[in-house]
């Protein structure tokens, strides 16, 4: 009898193995996100009368923390990056790199603070750069 019950306890162990087994071996196939530079993208920084109107309305709401999202049209993305509220002005965000990969766009920018001589405004500032280049449907990734 002992034998019969050793053996009935074996098998489901045997089988949660053998399942635990397979998921393994089948989700083992990792993508890496950003992957190797494909190419550079060509983009342009907007000024504030070139931004579509919905864009600009959204981006109102959200400047006030830190940001970062994507916004199309039927010929543009619209890439924008918001740093939050800064109690000075003397800020800007310069592009590190912009670039394609083989699935997904890679935005790397980073915020410049005011110089040490440089005189600024005394109020508050929100700190944004909106880029559009050409309208890709891969997911962008910030860096």
């Known amino acids: 009898m002992r034998h019969y019950l050793e053996r009935k306890v074996r098998h489901p162990i045997y089988l949660l193995l053998s399942v635990m087994l397979l998921l393994f071996l089948s989700g083992c196939n990792v993508?890496?996100?950003?992957?190797?530079k494909v190419r550079d993208l060509e983009f342009t920084v907007l000024g504030e009368n070139d931004v579509p109107q919905?864009?600009?309305t959204i981006l109102a709401e959200k400047r006030t923390q830190p940001f970062k999202m994507t916004f199309t049209d039927?010929?543009?993305?619209?890439?924008?990056?918001?740093?939050?509220?800064?109690q000075t002005g003397g800020y800007s965000?310069?592009?590190e790199e912009l670039y394609l990969t083989d699935n997904a766009i890679?935005?790397?920018?980073?915020?410049?603070?005011?110089?040490?001589?440089?005189?600024?405004?005394?109020?508050?500032?929100?700190?944004?750069?909106?880029i559009r280049t050409e309208l890709l449907e891969n997911p962008v990734i910030f860096k």
């Not at 935005?107 to 500032?125: C, F, H, N, Q, Y």
């Open 93 to 95: 965000i310069q592009v």
């Open 31 to 36: 993508k890496k996100e950003d992957g190797e």
């Open 54 to 56: 919905q864009l600009k």
């Open 74 to 86: 039927e010929q543009n993305l619209y890439i924008a990056v918001g740093y939050g509220s800064q």
């Open 106 to 130: 890679v935005l790397d920018t980073e915020l410049m603070g005011p110089g040490k001589e440089e005189a600024v405004a005394p109020e508050t500032s929100y700190p944004t750069i909106i």
